[in-house]
Each structure stands twice: as structure tokens, then as C-alpha cells.
């Protein structure tokens, strides 16, 4: 599968603004709440949250902010396909040997990105990344960069995004179009309702609605119940991950 960074080849097309869209409307969710450590997750499989995560750590470190992205898809780590790092040695490693995670850290061709890949596949992702290790990694890495990005799994097959939910500022989560039922969304948003997760909104992802010559991009805002949307000409947010 090949995967694109289209915030570092085409900086300028409208994906990439979309993206600054995005980066824009997390930035002004919490006025006066600090929102520095976002999980992304999604309903199921393939709907885009791992290049949704790429691209957004990209956008934001644009604006000369540091970002960690941490693949804690233990099941299906991605994050080191999309930025062309080895994963021998990632996330998983740190938490079973109880080794500091600053040894196991990435930078990337982008300024500002950094990451800390998934790692070997372990027996037990939802024990690892619900331990109190992961707790405490993402407590210190907060402390060294400006913005965490957090790539989980989707919510409704497994646990873990529940569990870490409850760890973060914020939950983005990722939804294909035309690809997940409104009833299968809406169970991944009662699931992380009961943990009290805080939902920041959600990315509506393959888009490819004609109007004219235009498609679109959403981004609903889910504190606020409000849709706000871009209109782009020609092209699509179309990613799978």
C-alpha cells in the first residue's frame, strides 16, 4: 500500500488547506482548556485515521510547533510505512522492557515531526498501552513537545482507544464516507462517550460529493454540533490507513 504525505508533496493543493482547516478548528475547541494531547482514532478498520494523523502532524508542525506522533495501533502499526522509518524496535519495546521511550524515538524528513513508531506486534497491546507505563510516557513526552498525536485503533473492534481516551485532551475520530453506517459511528461515539472521553469532532474522510466543480471536505465539530465545511475544487480528501 502506498501511502501519501500530500501536506509535504503539495503543500499548496486544497488537501493541504483542508488539513490547516483542520489544525485550525482543533487549535479554537478548547478556548480555554490547553488541548495538547490528541488521540485519532475511528469506527473500524481503513478509514484514513493513520494518514489522517500523518498529515496532521505535518500541517501543525508548519507552524513551527514540536509534534510526537505516537502509534499505538499495536495490532497495525502504520505510522512508520507513511514516514519511511524500521520499526524494529518501537512503542511495544519501551512499554514490556520498561525502558525509557526517548531511546526509541524517530525524527522524520519533516521539521517538527518526530516518531515513536509501534514497534514488534505484541501478545497484549491492550494491557501495554492501558499500563501505567504508557500513563506515564505520555505524561513525559507532553512535558518535551508542544502536541501529541496519538494513532490508536479503531474504537469499536478492541479496547484499547477506550482505555486511552482517558489520557488525552481530546479524541478526533476519523469516518469513511459511504464506507461505515451512521449506526456503526455512532456506537464508536457511545463507547468513548462512557469513558468520558472529551470528542473534539470528527473528519469525514473520501469524500468525493460533485457539486459543479467542486468537491468537498467536512469537518464537523462535535462540542459545538456545528458543520463546517471547504469547498475545494477538484480534488478529494481520500486516504486509507
Given amino acids: 500500500m502506498t501511502y501519501s504525505l500530500i501536506t509535504v508533496e503539495q503543500s499548496k493543493s486544497p488537501i493541504s488547506e483542508a488539513f490547516r482547516t483542520l489544525r485550525t478548528n482543533v487549535q479554537f475547541t478548547s478556548i480555554d482548556l490547553k488541548t495538547q494531547k490528541i488521540m485519532v482514532t475511528s469506527a473500524g478498520p481503513r478509514e484514513g485515521k493513520s494518514i489522517t494523523v500523518a498529515n496532521l502532524a505535518v500541517s501543525i508542525a508548519q507552524t513551527g510547533k514540536t509534534v510526537l506522533i505516537i502509534d499505538s495501533d499495536l495490532r497495525n502499526p502504520t505510522q512508520h510505512k507513511i514516514f519511511g522509518l524500521h520499526n524494529g524496535q518501537g512503542l511495544s519495546v519501551a512499554l514490556f522492557e520498561d525502558e525509557d521511550f526517548r531511546d526509541y524515538l524517530k525524527e522524520t524528513e519533516v521539521t517538527g515531526v518526530t516518531v515513536l513508531t509501534g514497534g514488534p506486534i505484541p501478545p497484549n497491546p491492550a494491557e501495554l498501552v ?62 468513548l462517550d462512557k469513558v468520558g472521553a472529551k470528542i473534539l469532532g470528527a473528519v469525514l474522510n473520501k469524500v468525493d460529493v460533485k457539486a459543479g466543480d467542486y468537491y468537498y471536505y467536512y469537518y464537523y465539530h462535535g462540542s459545538q454540533d456545528k458543520r463546517k465545511k471547504r469547498h475545494h475544487r477538484k480534488d478529494r480528501v481520500s486516504a486509507s490507513a
Avoid at 143 to 169: G, M, R
Fill in 130 to 191: 492501558g499500563s501505567n507505563r504508557m500513563k506515564q510516557l505520555i505524561r513525559e513526552a507532553s512535558q518535551e513537545f508542544d502536541v501529541l498525536l496519538i494513532d490508536t485503533p479503531p474504537v469499536v473492534a478492541v479496547t484499547d482507544a477506550s482505555i486511552l481516551a482517558q489520557e488525552v485532551d481530546g479524541v478526533i475520530m476519523v469516518v469513511a464516507s459511504g464506507e461505515v453506517s451512521k449506526d456503526y459511528a455512532q456506537t464508536a461515539k457511545e463507547q
